[in-house]
């Protein structure tokens, strides 16, 4: 049976320790650079393990450039060319339907002693392999939204010619906006429905309880509030416990008390069944995808 591996180290960042940690001084360059790149950048300089002088970043948008730049304090250029030439870990970070024209603007550009990081969704190791040669070292990774936050849930996969160095590499810089987990490449289809969608299906949990508190007469700044920490306070207690998420409903449910009629009424509405509906639905939209890409 298959195992994901999930990087010893990783945990959301404002419970890492940081200053043990070898800190990279290889030159990082990112193909695009919206939110995710942005992201990914301001991790790795608060985290201390890259300092702005090592970054730099690409985008044909002005104000994606500057967006960046004032953000990370990092160079920006207009040419991606540029950014692959003076760096070796070069980050993907594009949108799928724009990826053939970033792979054909670096093609001959990378070659061994580059790391290529790709961000895409849809986007397969056999494509970036085919465009961009023999030479380069590939890695694929599905990061998620909450990584602008630091508490992003990645997963990746290590693609042709890519070492375990590599892969402890990208774990580290992963781990700078969150945790990340190692999964065979088939598997991050599943990775894009569960974690990179996932956090569209709790804000629809968190505005529901929301509704639900106003209908019982809650002010709506207070009933969001009290809803988006109580998801919170409940995804830290299953992460810090380690107990299975059913224990942790069984000791909140007491006999014949309130708790208990709710989690009735979500039976009764088939939340449970809606929600690994969506993960699904999700995942075989990803598989979808990467066939049309």
Known sequence: MFTADVCPSSRPRGLRETSGMKKIDTPIGFIGAGRM???????LIDSGLAAARQIVASDPSAQSRERFATATGAETT???RDVAEKTRVLFLAVKPQHMDTALASI???????HLVVSIAAGVWLSTLRQELGEGPRLVRVMPNAPALVGQGAAGYCLGPGATEEDAALVEQMLGSVGMSFRVDERLLDAVTGLSGSGPAFVYVVIEAMSDAG???????????ALATQTVRGAAETVQASGEHPAALKDQVASPGGTTIAGLEALEAGGVRAGVMAAVVAATRRSIELGRET
């Open 37 to 43: 790149a942005t992201a990914l950048a301001r991790g």
């Open 78 to 80: 207009e040419s991606n």
């Open 107 to 113: 093609r001959g550009r990378v070659g061994k002693e």
């Open 214 to 224: 106003v209908r019982m007469g809650l002010p709506r700044d207070v009933a969001t």
